[in-house]
């Protein structure tokens, strides 16, 4: 019983932890984000960080869960509008969603800025 207490704090912590580095309540009320997608990307990050395996297969590499961990309780506000702007993007049908949510979640650090320069790049044809 103790256990199952401690796993569910931990989850809370977590979870309120993930939120508030998402501006979670903003990002909801945007009329552009639909809340039950954002709510899955929090359970989804809630489920990596806080499995019991020791690694998270990300882009089909096993990462150690506390380098998973840091970087989801890194993002932002605008990483979560990144992610869910590249999947709308995203031209080819994305086969396996968990997949690409967790992989797109864990380079969103390394990759937004890079991702919307090549955007205006490409719009202002340079």
Known sequence: MQYAKHVRYILED?????KSNID???????????????DEIVTLMLDAICSPSPTVR????????????ERFLQLDSEHIEYVIFAMEQSKPEIRNIRT?????LYNAPTTMDSYYSAIVSRDLNL
Request: hydrophobic content about 40%; cysteine-free.
């Open 14 to 18: 977590n979870e309120d932890e993930i």
């Open 24 to 38: 979670y309540d903003i990002i909801v009320e945007n009329k552009q984000n639909d809340k039950r997608q954002i």
């Open 58 to 69: 990300i882009n089909g590499a096993d990462i150690p869960k506390a380098a998973v961990m």
């Open 100 to 104: 690409y949510l967790l992989t797109a």
